[in-house]
């Protein structure tokens, strides 16, 4: 460039003379003047030929002049401030403005790919526009959990029992399995508690009957295990609960009515009876009660509204009364 601009000096008053007698030979052409003399030019070589025409050497130097101009200062010449090139460059590029539809279109045809297009992996997006794509998410770092595991800690406490599920049905009865080996005899147990209870008493002494009821009381003991049976009252006291077994004998009276009851806790259980006759006799009965401790069992004679009583002497014995105990109640 610089080889250029030095060659400006020397060759603009050269071009500049010739221009002008170029121009006066032109306007002599045409209007020629009616005396006047030859011209001839300073320019070597530019002397107009016969007829006042210029000659082809002086024209093809004004040309190669003008293109050595043309070349040197034209690039100089339309050279354009940075600023003011942008400008232009905006004016000359500004469009109409658009509609608020027209923009959006235009948005979302920029900023989204047509169908059957990919998307350029390099362009850039702001965070505000519609449409933004969705880029791919950066998988997470997997951790070996492995390498990070401690020691085992303590066995928890048990949970709590869930609900029962719901019963099954009963299955087909298995096949019957060998006979097994006889197993060895085992140790003693320990002896087994037994429970008594027992009493016999008799009466010598014969008893009549008068206006209330008279509770018998017997006078002879013949066995009163553990005392269960109180000889002052006549009465028998349970202490050991269970099956009892009783029986009641005695000798009627002749020409008088035998009229007794076996009592348990102040009722009437069984009832022994003897009609009038000529001749006494041995008369029985028997029973079995359930007794709770601490009940009472007696025999009682009834009330003289009839003739009635028992007969015995002090040398034999014609009245007993019995009892013992069968099973306890604890036993199976």
Known sequence: MGSRIWLIPSVLPQVASFSSEYHQCVQDKTNPPPSRKRVVSSWPDSRPGPGGKMGSRGLGLVLAC??????????V??????GQQEQQEQEGTREPPLDPAERTEEKHEKYNPKQGEEPTASRCFRCCDPGTPVYQAIPVPQINITILKGEKGDRGDRGLQGKYGKPGSVGA??????????????APGDRCKNHYAAFSVGRKKPLHSNDYYQTVIFDTEFVNLYSHFNMFTGKFYCYVPGIYFFSLNVHTWNQKETYLHIMKNGEEVVILYAQVSDRSIMQSQSLMLELQE?????????KGERENAIFSDEFDTYITFSGYLVKHAAEP
């Open 294 to 302: 601490q009940d009472e069992v007696w025999v009682r004679l009834f």
């Open 173 to 186: 009865r298995g096949h019957v399995g060998p006979k097994g080996q006889k197993g060895s005899m085992g």
């Open 77 to 82: 010449l339309g050279r354009v401030p940075p």
């Open 66 to 75: 003008c293109l050595l101009l043309t070349f040197a200062c034209g690039p």
